[in-house]
């Protein structure tokens, strides 16, 4: 009978606890009498395992754990308690078997040695296109593999020793706590917990992992895009300020720059937010609105598209995708609007998942 796809390669190429979460799929199929499928390995690297593994730890910083219904860990549960350190011998899908045999991609992309459980989520999700339960998934947790991948990068030195890559030297998070590093307890107790409130899960698209890159490009580039940041909201606020007095003392309708304003990044595309800045300019003329007003305007437009270009310079290199384009970025947002939607309705009906 078929057996796991690609288990006979070489050594080091896919670590323990990857093999693990492969051997809970199939216990969860072998429950449900069915070939093990993408949405059986989902499961599996999402709840299986040491809750120190890289996709688990993944999982939590992006608050995808609170989409978990209790059916689906509990089955998990189930399925690894049955093992009795055996792997059952059961089929895989066709679906299973082509995401299986898209780990070395995604290794190669992350710059990894071995395949781990990160990885595992990474195939699984780019399964969705045609699968329809991980597609229905997904969209319920709001995950995507650029967002995945960001975060499985900055996560790749703190998981435990059964899902550490072999070349990696960094402290790791053990079965005992005492068997930490000071240094790295100190580190752990300073890390602020992400992907625990609403607006954390509907910007998790935002934020930046290049702390874990090594270099100096990148560290300029972040720090290039804090300053254009800080500069852009001080604009933004002068041009707020000067629409509302413009609009009380001048013409009301200099009010009609707050379109502008409201046109941002997040929702339009350049091509849009710079038609809309027109249309405005044109008005202005014509109604007599202040031209001062209008060049604030324009130079916090001008800020907005800075800022959406070093965002998108990051995202491409946290990524490793040098095609990704800002309508990527918008939907990506798309999605944590609606995860962060759902996190709402959860917590207020009392049916989120524990932390």
């Known amino acids: 009978m078929p057996t796991d796809p690609g288990a006979g390669s070489p050594p080091g190429r896919?670590?323990?606890?990857?093999?693990?979460?492969?051997?809970?799929a199939q216990g969860l199929a072998d429950g449900e009498g069915s070939p093990v499928g993408p949405l059986h390995l989902l499961l599996a690297a999402m709840c299986a395992g040491d809750p120190s593994s890289r996709s688990r730890l993944v999982t939590k910083s992006l608050a995808a754990h609170h989409f978990l219904t209790s059916e689906a860990t509990g089955a998990v549960a189930d399925a690894e308690a049955g093992l009795g350190g055996r792997a059952r011998e059961v089929p895989f899908s066709p679906a299973a078997t082509a995401a299986l045999g898209r780990l070395a991609y995604w290794t190669r992309r992350t710059g990894d040695g071995s395949a781990d459980t990160a990885h595992l989520l990474l195939v699984c999700l780019e399964a969705r296109a045609e699968d329809e339960d991980v597609r229905r998934f997904a969209r319920g947790t709001g995950l995507s593999e650029r967002a995945v991948m960001r975060s499985a990068m900055t996560e790749r030195h703190r998981v435990c020793a059964q899902d550490r890559q072999p070349s990696d030297r960094g402290p790791i998070l053990s079965h005992g706590r005492p068997d930490r590093p000071a240094a790295y307890s100190f580190e752990t107790r300073a890390r602020r917990p992400s992907g625990?409130?609403?607006r954390s899960i509907g910007m998790r698209s935002e934020n930046s992992s290049?702390?874990?890159?090594?270099?100096?490009v990148q560290s300029h580039l972040i720090r290039?895009?804090?300053w254009v940041r800080i500069w852009a909201q001080l604009v933004i606020l002068c041009a707020l300020a000067a629409t509302a007095w413009a609009a009380l003392t001048v013409t009301a309708w200099s009010a009609l720059w707050l379109v502008s304003q409201l046109a941002r990044r997040q929702n339009l595309s350049p091509a849009a937010r710079l038609a809309v800045d027109l249309v405005l300019l044109v008005a202005s003329a014509v109604l007599g609105i202040p031209w001062w007003l209008v060049l604030l305007?324009?130079?916090?437009?001008?800020f907005d598209l800075i800022d959406g270009r070093l965002l998108l310079l990051q995202v491409q290199s946290d990524t490793a995708d040098p095609e990704l384009t800002e309508r990527d970025l918008r939907a990506d947002r798309r999605e944590d609007r609606r995860a962060a939607a759902f996190y709402r309705v959860l917590k207020l009906t009392g049916r989120l998942a524990p932390k």
């Open 297 to 302: 305007a324009l130079v916090s437009r001008v």
């Open 196 to 198: 625990r409130t609403v």
């Open 224 to 226: 290039l895009h804090i």
């Open 210 to 216: 290049v702390s874990h890159m090594g270099s100096r």
């Open 14 to 24: 896919r670590t323990p606890a990857l093999r693990r979460c492969v051997e809970v």
